[in-house]
């Protein structure tokens, strides 16, 4: 019975040291986050301090501020022939040349414009051009083929909706802007032409000079331009 009662003691007693590591584990565990707690507010402290410092270097570097000697007009573009010139050699063409009785030659800023109407190349509605049309853009671009000037062709188109053909009025004027270039280009101007096409965008501002007169309003509204511009496209 002795012998019972003594063990039970020791049984008794054992949950003691379990308790005490469990106390010892959770210490441990408080002290080593207070210490990584403490340690991440010093390192946080430390690169703030090291980024604040980089930042006044950079202020007082002389690399990065603002150089006043440097200018982007520098680097310029090539001129190309005199627009001038150029404008007076079209006009002679032009009088001398009944086809172009009707087209248009405008100096404006920057650009010079050679104006085609629709019925001077193309009939209604249609992206290929009349048979006279084709010996005309050649001796056109006969002369344009001397100059360096970088050129644009530009189609456009009257509201109107279409019925055979392209799909829509925008398709038309590109593909008539298209069709200019390439006689151009065959014709000798060795360098690359944008092509752009206005569709109907811009009717009422083109058409605005014709006055009352329905039909010049859409002459001049299905027109197709050449525009030449100052510069020769590459850097001196």
């Known amino acids: ?125 249609d992206i290929e051009p009349i048979p006279r049309a084709e010996r005309a853009i050649y001796s056109l671009g006969g002369l344009l083929a001397r100059v360096r000037n970088r050129i644009e062709v530009v189609g456009y188109a009257d509201p109107r909706p279409i019925e055979d053909g392209p799909h829509s009025n925008w398709e038309l004027s590109l593909a008539r802007a298209a069709w200019v270039a390439h006689f151009l280009k065959r014709s000798g101007y060795g360098s690359d032409i944008i092509i752009r096409g206005h569709g109907a965008g811009r009717f009422e501002e083109l058409t605005r000079a014709a006055g009352e007169d329905p039909a010049e309003s859409f002459r001049q509204g299905r027109r197709t331009e050449i525009v030449v511009l100052e510069d020769a496209g590459d850097l001196e």
């Open 1 to 125: 019975m002795a012998s019972a009662s003594k063990g039970g003691g020791k049984s008794a007693g054992a949950w003691l040291v379990t308790f005490t590591d469990l106390v010892a584990l959770l210490l441990a565990f408080f002290v080593m986050m207070f210490a990584m707690m403490t340690l991440e507010d010093r390192n946080w402290e430390a690169l703030r301090s090291n980024f604040l410092g980089q930042i006044e270097t950079l202020k007082e570097d002389p690399l990065v501020s603002p150089d006043h000697e440097k200018d982007v007009e520098t680097a310029r573009l090539r001129p190309g022939l005199n627009l001038n010139y150029l404008a007076a050699q079209l006009r002679a063409e032009f009088s001398g040349n009944a086809f172009f009785d009707s087209a248009d030659v405008k100096r404006e800023e920057g650009r010079l414009v050679v104006v085609l109407p629709e019925d001077l190349l193309f009939e209604t509605g």
